[in-house]
């Protein structure tokens, strides 16, 4: 999972097959487009040789994080016991949970190696959500294939999922603060998020 969110920033091409046309919002940019116009948006900064590796991953994360629904991803990764938390807690976790997305892949810019991204599908989901599906691929044998879950959030897609090579990220963080939240509850995880977060630490072994 290290390099869901940097395989998905980093990807050198766009290529659009055919496929169902996504819904759009009023404004045309359907869920494709999104992920077309991040894929174009990076690329730019990666091949800015005049941009320094820090001022890179900085702008990278700007981009990252302005298609990205926090909020929705922290109530599914903390599912039930996001109702446990009050309503400044609930914002905390959201600040701390992206921090800790930063820290965890934020270092991964380096290891761009010209990957390209193949749009291979995409299709309407529950809640009207939408899937989008991409193909990564590598300079060498093994492609990786990457989806994308956008939501519509007032009048914009956003993603709230990345699933690569069928292993969600959501998942995967809700699997890694279960036994936390088990044993101690969200106050305690969220106890241990920031400390980590402050740290520079991206495990949360407690």
């Given at each position: 999972m290290i390099r869901i969110v940097s395989i998905a920033a980093m990807a050198a091409t766009l290529v659009l097959s055919a496929g169902v046309p996504a819904a759009e919002?009023?404004?045309?940019?359907?869920?494709?487009?999104?992920?077309?116009q991040i894929t174009d948006?990076?690329?730019?900064?990666?091949?800015d040789d005049s941009l320094p590796k820090e001022e890179k991953r900085t702008r990278i994360e700007k981009v990252v994080h302005d298609h990205l629904d926090f909020e929705i991803m922290s109530r599914?990764?903390?599912?039930r016991n996001w109702r446990k938390l009050d309503e400044p807690a609930q914002e905390e976790f959201v600040r701390e949970f992206r921090r800790h997305l930063s820290l965890t892949y934020g270092k991964n810019v380096d290891s761009y190696r010209d990957e390209r991204v193949t749009i291979t599908g995409d299709r309407k989901e529950a809640r009207r959500d939408w899937t989008v599906q991409t193909r990564v691929i590598r300079n060498g044998p093994n492609d990786i294939f990457v989806d994308y879950r956008l939501r519509e959030i007032d009048g914009e897609w956003k993603i709230i999922d990345v699933i690569?090579?069928?292993v969600s990220l959501v998942s995967n963080f809700r699997s890694q603060f279960q036994e936390i939240l088990?044993?101690?509850?969200?106050?305690?995880l969220l106890e241990i998020l920031r400390q980590k977060n402050e740290e520079g630490a991206s495990g949360l072994e407690s």
């Open positions: 919002t009023s404004n045309g940019a359907g869920p494709r487009k999104i992920i077309r948006e990076v690329l730019a900064i990666l091949r599914l990764v903390l599912a690569v090579e069928r088990s044993k101690s509850g969200p106050d305690r």
